[in-house]
């Protein structure tokens, strides 16, 4: 049972657009920064978004991230092929003095 | 380039103990935090522990508390994650990450560690 909830998983066609939710509570979430992540079959974990909507270099601005409250969001738009993975959000919990995840989406594009 | 390698992995008894190193290059090791997170098959990310550049600082998940112990070697641009009392679902790929809790990375490739009689 992971401390942040993600849908198990969503699927959407290319060229489409697809949110991903991540919920929370007041001593993570809501106290702290957002990252979100992409793994592709077989490969470590890249970051997409850090500090709830910061978008590192090379990332490309279809991928966006936003927190309201106890939730944050990433949004994926112009779905393409690739993007099929698993997303995961995570975060810092001042409560537990711990890093949390999601149980991490896993997004299909057909 | 910014990478970091991880080692250690192997098959090892249930109650046994392994020690996993994250070897560092590519950027001034001792200005940038470490994270371990480890991955089960099939299952999700689930974060371990965490070191501050000078090592003062050190945080762990409960699952592994008094387990795993997280060490780093400035000098050798190296951070290590010792696991004692190992049992079966401490099976995973193990990954070191950098900088910040959650990480901002780069991540290793992962080491795989598989606890089995």
């Known amino acids: 049972q992971s401390v942040l909830t993600q849908p198990p998983s969503l699927s959407a066609a290319p060229g489409q657009k697809v949110t991903i939710s991540c919920s929370g509570s007041?001593?993570?979430?809501?106290?702290?920064?957002v990252s979100w992540y992409q793994q592709l079959p077989g490969t470590a974990p890249k970051l997409l978004i850090y500090?709830?909507?910061k978008r590192p270099s090379g990332i490309p601005d279809r991928f966006s991230g936003s927190k309201s409250g106890t939730s944050a969001t990433l949004g994926i738009t112009g779905l393409q092929t690739g993007d099929e993975a698993d997303y995961y959000c995570?975060?810092?919990?001042?409560?537990?003095?711990?890093?949390?995840f999601g149980g991490g989406t896993k997004l299909t594009v057909l | 380039e910014v990478q970091l390698v991880e080692s250690g992995g192997g098959l090892v008894r249930p109650g046994g103990s392994l020690r996993l190193s994250c070897a560092a290059s590519?950027?001034?090791?001792?200005?940038?935090?470490v994270n371990w997170v480890r991955q089960a098959p099939g299952k999700g990310l689930e974060w371990l522990s965490f070191?501050?550049?000078?090592?003062?600082?050190?945080h762990y998940a409960d699952s592994v508390r008094g387990r795993f112990t997280i060490s780093r070697d400035n000098a050798k641009n190296s951070v290590s994650l010792q696991m004692n009392s190992l049992r079966d679902d401490d099976t995973a790929m193990y990954f070191c990450?950098?900088?910040?809790?959650?990480?901002?990375?780069?991540w290793g490739q992962g080491t795989l560690v598989t606890v089995s009689s």
């Open positions: 070191i501050s550049t000078s090592g003062t600082t050190i």
């Open positions: 995570g975060t810092w919990d001042g409560s537990l003095s711990a890093g949390v």
């Open positions: 500090e709830n909507n």
């Open positions: 590519g950027f001034i090791f001792s200005s940038y935090s």
């Open positions: 007041s001593s993570n979430i809501g106290s702290n920064y």
């Open positions: 990450a950098r900088e910040g809790t959650p990480p901002r990375g780069p």
